[in-house]
């Protein structure tokens, strides 16, 4: 993973919906519903589960929006979702994953092949570009709140608690796991003080692409309709 920041990409999706309420509640609602999936839906038992549930409340986000991720990833209330991931092409030949969880997988399929197909892009058939991610946990500190700290401290702290790599960039220092040693690793750092702008599960592009600006733009249109979708919890590309 060596020079590549998730960061970068973090930010420039947060640059471009921050003024969009509904794509902060949705980004929120995946957080809630990937933590509780992994770790629970008790926020005493799952620190990642906690730290979404602050963000959400910071946010302002309802209370019923937080109940309805954390029954739809425990599957409370009698209905059953499947999570199924499709993968496909969006302009200049970047990859897409495209994560979701749905009690119509009919429904699901039909509106994500139409929204690849509305900016250029084309549904792939599975295995098509999933070679092309790791999936890693992702642990960011913000530099600017914790001035105090260190390259080689937070380094030292993290490979010590498992961590497989940590890399240092002018906004946050960055560090990675292996998906099933996220949470054991959070949890450590956390009792060592540290604290989290990011902590997820997610994916990571092996070799990240550079576009055109005109390519970015339509893969951006195609992302954002994507995420308007309700039954999509998160969308991966290889754009860097």
């Not at 425990?74 to 991931?85: I, L, M, N, R, Y």
């Amino acid at each position: 993973m060596s020079g590549h920041s998730k960061w970068h990409n973090i930010q420039g999706r947060k640059n471009a919906q921050d003024a969009k309420r509904g794509k902060i509640f949705q980004k929120l609602a995946h957080d809630l519903y990937v933590a509780a999936k992994a770790g629970g839906a008790d926020t005493d038992m799952n620190a990642s589960l906690r730290l979404v549930v602050e963000k959400a409340k910071s946010a302002n986000m309802p209370k019923d929006n937080i109940q309805r991720a954390l029954d739809k990833a425990s599957g409370a209330g009698g209905q059953k979702f499947e999570e199924v991931t499709y993968e496909g092409y969006g302009t200049a030949g970047v990859a897409v994953l495209v994560e979701t969880s749905t009690d119509n997988i009919n429904r699901t399929v039909s509106n994500i092949r139409n929204s690849f197909k509305h900016f250029g892009g084309a549904l792939g058939t599975s295995g098509s570009v999933a070679f092309q991610f790791d999936r890693k946990g992702y642990l960011a500190i913000d530099r600017e709140m914790f001035p105090e700290l260190d390259e080689d401290t937070v380094l030292e702290s993290a490979l010590e608690a498992g961590a497989e790599d940590v890399q240092t960039q002018d906004a946050v220092f960055e560090i990675y796991t292996a998906p099933n040693d996220f949470q054991t690793i959070e949890g450590a750092l956390g009792e060592a003080g540290y604290v989290f702008d990011e902590a997820e599960v997610t994916m990571i592009a092996q070799n990240p692409m550079i576009i055109s600006d005109d390519d970015r733009e339509k893969l951006e249109q195609l992302i954002d309709e994507l995420e308007e979708n309700e039954d999509v919890l998160a969308v991966y590309t290889t754009a860097d």
